[in-house]
């Protein structure tokens, strides 16, 4: 039986791999602005350093919830980075209400699109990584069928 299927798919791995990979982006954009201060006076991130952080942040939670998971890991990478939409949308109802005048400017449809699409590409890769390291002992993006005896 091929496991890429919704019903194998746990809200709680998701979560938990979300989590972790909000933890691992904000540490690895933590480092680079470290990094982009020391070697210049700039006190931001640029656009390569911020996407770098977001896909290395996502592939460490997508190989958590992959590892944990053992099933649908494709699935639940693209939960993870689709997770990171509805928190997006409810932290804007909740500034909306609290403070009616706030307004995002800097993120554009197409750089939300772009930020998207980083982190569903790299919690899936993280998390097809994670199930053959777990299930097979070594890494791969291949999705293998299960074994008769396990």
């Not at 480092?31 to 290395?56: D, F, K, R």
């Not at 939409?85 to 909306?96: K, M, S, T």
């Amino acid at each position: 039986m091929h496991t890429e299927h919704l019903q194998n798919v746990r809200p709680a791995r998701v979560v938990a791999g979300w989590l972790v990979a909000i933890a691992m982006t904000s540490l690895a954009a933590l480092a680079a602005l470290g990094i982009a201060m020391i070697w210049t006076q700039a006190a931001e991130l640029g656009t390569v350093p911020s996407v770098l952080a977001v896909m290395v942040g996502f592939w460490v939670g997508g190989f958590f919830a992959g590892f944990r998971a053992l099933e649908a890991p494709i699935l639940h990478g693209i939960a993870i980075g689709l997770t990171s939409l509805v928190a997006w949308a409810g932290l804007n109802a909740i500034v909306a209400i609290a403070s009616p005048g706030m307004q995002w400017d800097a993120l554009t449809p197409g750089r939300t699109a772009a930020a998207l699409l980083a982190q569903i590409v790299g919690a899936v890769l993280g998390a097809l990584m994670g199930y053959n390291v777990a299930l097979r002992g070594k890494p791969s993006l291949a999705e293998h069928e299960p074994l008769e005896n396990a």
